[in-house]
């Protein structure tokens, strides 16, 4: 387990930015009770999956610390559909940072793509050792939105896109859209600092 600070450390680090930022995203998710909290320095809180998964999302999403809460909120009820099987985004973020942590990848992958996935994906049907998958996170805006690309190696990548159902895409006004991309690297960092 890991406390509030190490694992924005591990997330700054695994992307790139600057530390003081994710603090502050850190801070405001906590504050809005999507991070849990509990004492100082040896008693504070340990840090669990559903934790990471938040701070991945305000992290990746949030354009300033007062936005994160809304943001996390609003990309973890995103849904992917196949047939009449649906998933929430911020659920299966948490699996694939427990999947990684307890190193079950396999398990992981070929059920998220025999329930949402590519009907009939080699991925949903063969296990592939841990090191052979590639994941790939891309969180689009201002029409909220995230790309799961799996892949394997030799193996067609699957990719799964969470959405929110209730809204048509046209509600956004203009052309812009944004998209920020985060890969294994920043998944298995997370799921280290969980582990330790």
Known sequence: MATL????AAIAAAEGID?????????????HGLVRTSGRGTSAAQMEERDAANLLIATNTADTARTAPAAVLQYRALQAKRDKRTSEFGSELEELISAAKREVLADYVTKMIAVVGARGHILGKRRYPNEAYQFELTFEKPIPSVFVHIGASHARPDVILFSDRREPPIKAGGDRRESTRITQRTILAVANVLRT
């Open 5 to 8: 600070s190490q694992l924005i």
């Open 19 to 31: 530390a003081e930022r994710v603090t502050a995203i850190g801070r405001a998710v906590r504050e």
